[in-house]
């Protein structure tokens, strides 16, 4: 999948803003003033248990499939492929709790209703996963790049309520399955205008709070594909403003992607940072702006010893700091078959790829 065709231009304009600079440990003083430390500065506090309602760590997989139809630009070429069951009860037997289940096409007319057919197919896969295990969750991946048809919601494209009515039919279908994490759109790109995209947000947020899914979580994605690098500095201020109607935001979580290659393209076999810069800055950011939490929906590398030992270094960060980043959901399996670039789908004969048993089993929940 060329999933990020244009990423490393983009990332060509982002500059690296991260907190080895010194935001941890800082202390901003001026000559001759008494100067003490922030509080905020030093070992990281435990923060308040925030009531979100999942298990304690989330870990899991994306099961590639229904996404494969459609491009970058929210155009579509096809109907995507049904990822095959027998992943959901190979995984959560290895302890996995979490599967991410992309789709797009649910409307086939832009603030139309939902096509019955495709919707019912998409829920046995959904429930084919639930039903692997108690504990295990499933996000509802909408796999548009908040485009449709090469048009940004919200910004010319269809309306904030067309885009809510999408929502509300399917929060609607859901809404009586607590496990169901809504997973509010994938990986926003190249939008002009955040604070018309924090709107974008609030409008679905609201429209799945009406529709009766009160209990769920709800992952609510920034800019540069739901960069996790540059949620702080982009889409982050905007997006803390929106609102749950459901009271307070310990159920909206931030969705955020980030890949180890080295244009964080996903594309590359090999992997060139561990990323824990980036998400030490990204768990501080979410510390000071009122112990808010993420999910990391999209991660992953090559079958190859560089990434084997990058993204075990790198999950086992993020476990470490699970009351910021609840976990995590590999690309991919699903669909993919096991030469695909960063497959974790599993060999025929059952067993799993390197890269999972040596950098994702060890991190699992
Ligand atoms: C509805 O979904 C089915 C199954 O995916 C598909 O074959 C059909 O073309 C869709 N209908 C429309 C109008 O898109």
Not at 175 to 188: D, H, K, L, T, Y
Not at 341 to 360: H, R
Request: charged letters at 10%.
């Amino acid at each position: 999948m060329f999933k990020f065709a244009s990423l490393t231009a983009l990332l060509a304009a982002v500059p690296y803003v991260l907190a080895q600079s010194g935001v941890r440990g800082a202390t901003a003083c001026v000559s001759g003033t008494v100067c003490t430390p922030s509080s905020t500065s030093s070992a990281a506090p435990a923060g308040p248990t925030i009531n979100n309602g999942l298990p304690a760590f989330l870990g899991g997989l994306n099961t590639a499939g229904y996404d494969f139809s459609v491009a970058t630009d929210g155009s579509f070429t096809g109907t995507g492929v049904s990822p095959p069951v027998s992943q959901y009860t190979h995984f959560a037997a290895e302890g996995v709790n979490i599967f991410r289940i992309p789709w797009q096409l649910m409307t086939p007319t832009v603030g139309g209703p939902i096509n019955e057919t495709f919707f019912n197919t998409y829920q046995t896969t959904v429930q084919a996963a639930l039903n692997s295990g108690p504990e295990v969750h499933v996000i509802v991946d909408v796999h548009n790049y908040a485009r449709w048809n090469g048009q940004i919601i919200g910004q010319g494209g269809p309306t904030n309520d067309q885009f809510a009515n999408f929502w509300s039919q399917v929060a609607t279908k859901f809404a009586s399955q607590s496990r169901i994490i809504f997973g509010v759109m994938n990986e926003p790109h190249d939008i002009p205008d955040l604070q018309s995209w924090a709107d974008s947000v609030q409008a679905a947020v609201n429209a799945i709070r009406a529709a009766g899914a009160t209990s769920q979580v709800i992952l609510i994605p920034g800019s540069s594909y739901s960069s996790a690098q540059t949620l702080p500095t982009e889409a982050g201020p905007y997006l803390l403003k929106v609102t749950d109607p459901i009271g307070g935001t310990a159920k909206l979580l931030f969705d955020v992607h980030k890949y180890l290659d080295s244009d964080n393209s996903g594309t590359h076999p090999d992997c060139t940072t561990d990323n824990t810069a980036v998400f030490q800055t990204l768990v501080t950011w979410l510390q000071q702006n009122g112990n808010r939490q993420a999910l990391l929906s999209e991660t992953g590398g090559g079958n190859t010893a560089s990434c084997e030992t990058m993204l075990n270094t790198q999950l086992a960060f993020i476990k470490a700091n699970s009351a910021s980043i609840v976990g995590f959901s590999i690309w991919a399996g699903g669909a993919f078959d096991t030469t695909y670039v960063l497959t974790v789908t599993p060999n025929a004969d059952g067993t799993d790829q390197p890269l999972w048993i040596d950098a994702v089993k060890p991190n699992l929940p």
